[in-house]
C-alpha cells in the first residue's frame, strides 16, 4: 500500500510509519516540523506542509494514495482551552482538508485517530464501549468529535471508508519528555526521573487505561488491513484500569526511586476515571493488547534514559 501520515514525525505518527515501514509499504509522512524525540524512519518520504492551509496540499506531489493515516491535531484537553481557535483550526479544519485531498488523491480508507474523551463521563459504568453516548467535557473533545462526524459525512458522501479510533491513554519511546501538558505517565515518569517528585493535578484515586504505543501501532495496522473496519468505531486500550496512585508506585519501582507525591487542583475537562471496553475490536480485529502496564514503563524508562 502507500501510506500517508499526518503528523507523521509526532510520538503516535512516527511509531505508526515504523509499523507500515516494517511491513514492506511506501510511506509518505505529511508534517510541517520535525520532531527530535520521535521515533526517526529514514527510509519515510517526508513531505512538508500545514493542514490549516489547503494550498500545500494541493501543492503535494503525490500522484496515488491508499490509505490515510490522520494523526495530525493538537492533542491536549487542557491546552485546548487556552487557544480554542488554534484548536478548532488544527483538529477541525485540518480534518476536513485532509478528507477533501483524500478525496482528490481517490483515497480508499482514511483512519482517523480520536480518543476517549469524546465520551459522556460515566461514575456509575466507567467502562466505556463504543455505544455509549458522547458527550464533550473539553474543547478537544469538541474538536475530535466534530471530526468524527465530518469523517462519517464527507467520506460516506465520497464513497472513502473509513476507521475512527478512540485511544486511552498511550505511552511509550517517542514521546516529548519536555512536554508537560501531554501523556499522564510521560509527564509523571520525567518529572520523577529529574526531581524525585511528581505533582498531580487532580485525585490519586482517579483511574486511566494505559496502552502501550507498539500495541496501539498493531490495532491500527489490523484496522488498516481488515476489511471489517470499514465504516466502523474501535477502542483501543488494554481494558484494565489503573489508579494515578498505583501508576506512580510501578513508576517508583521501575525507576527504583522513592517519589514525593502532591496532588493540585485538576485540569479543565478531566475524567474521574474510565477505561476501555475492547470486545469490539477483540471480537472484529483480533486484537488484544500483549505489553503490560509494568513491562512497557520498563521500555519506556530505558528509552528516556537514553535521551537524556
Not at 23 to 33: A, E, M, N, Q, T
Request: glycine share 6%.
Amino acid at each position: 500500500m502507500i501510506v500517508a501520515i499526518t503528523g507523521g514525525n509526532g510520538f503516535l505518527g512516527s511509531n505508526l510509519a515504523k509499523k507500515f515501514l516494517s511491513k514492506g509499504h511506501k510511506v509518505y509522512i505529511l508534517d510541517k516540523s520535525q520532531n527530535k524525540f520521535s521515533i526517526k524512519n529514514p527510509k519515510a518520504i517526508q513531505v512538508k506542509c500545514d493542514l490549516t492551509n489547503y494550498k500545500t496540499l494541493n501543492k503535494i506531489k503525490i500522484s496515488k494514495v491508499d490509505l490515510v493515516l490522520h494523526c495530525a491535531g493538537q492533542p491536549s484537553a487542557a491546552l485546548s482551552f487556552n487557544d480554542p481557535e488554534f484548536d478548532l483550526k488544527v483538529n477541525i479544519l485540518g480534518t476536513l482538508n485532509i478528507l477533501r485531498w483524500g478525496k482528490i488523491k481517490k483515497v480508499k480508507k482514511v483512519i482517523f485517530a480520536s480518543t476517549f474523551n469524546v465520551y459522556e463521563e460515566n461514575n456509575s459504568n466507567p467502562k466505556l464501549s463504543e455505544k455509549d453516548k458522547c458527550e464533550a467535557k473539553s474543547l478537544y473533545a469538541v474538536s475530535k468529535l466534530a471530526s468524527e462526524n465530518y469523517i462519517r459525512c464527507y467520506a460516506r458522501h465520497y464513497n472513502i471508508s473509513w476507521v475512527i479510533l478512540r485511544m486511552f491513554n498511550i505511552f511509550g519511546p517517542g514521546q516529548d519528555p519536555n512536554n508537560k501538558s501531554l501523556g499522564m505517565i510521560n509527564i509523571f515518569l520525567n518529572m520523577a526521573i529529574k526531581d524525585n517528585k511528581v505533582s498531580v493535578k487532580g485525585s490519586l484515586k482517579r483511574f486511566r487505561d494505559f496502552v502501550f504505543i507498539d500495541d496501539v501501532a498493531e490495532a491500527w495496522y489490523k484496522a488498516s488491513i481488515n476489511k471489517k473496519s470499514n465504516n466502523s468505531i474501535y477502542n483501543i486500550g488494554t481494558g484494565k484500569k489503573t489508579t494515578i496512585l498505583e501508576l506512580l508506585k510501578i513508576i517508583s519501582n521501575t525507576i527504583s526511586k522513592k517519589i514525593d507525591i502532591s496532588e493540585l487542583k485538576g485540569t479543565p475537562g478531566d475524567f474521574k476515571g474510565c477505561y476501555s471496553n475492547i470486545s469490539k475490536i477483540k471480537r472484529e480485529l483480533n486484537f488484544k493488547a500483549k505489553i503490560d502496564l509494568k513491562k512497557g514503563l520498563k521500555i519506556f524508562y530505558n528509552w528516556a534514559k537514553k535521551i537524556r
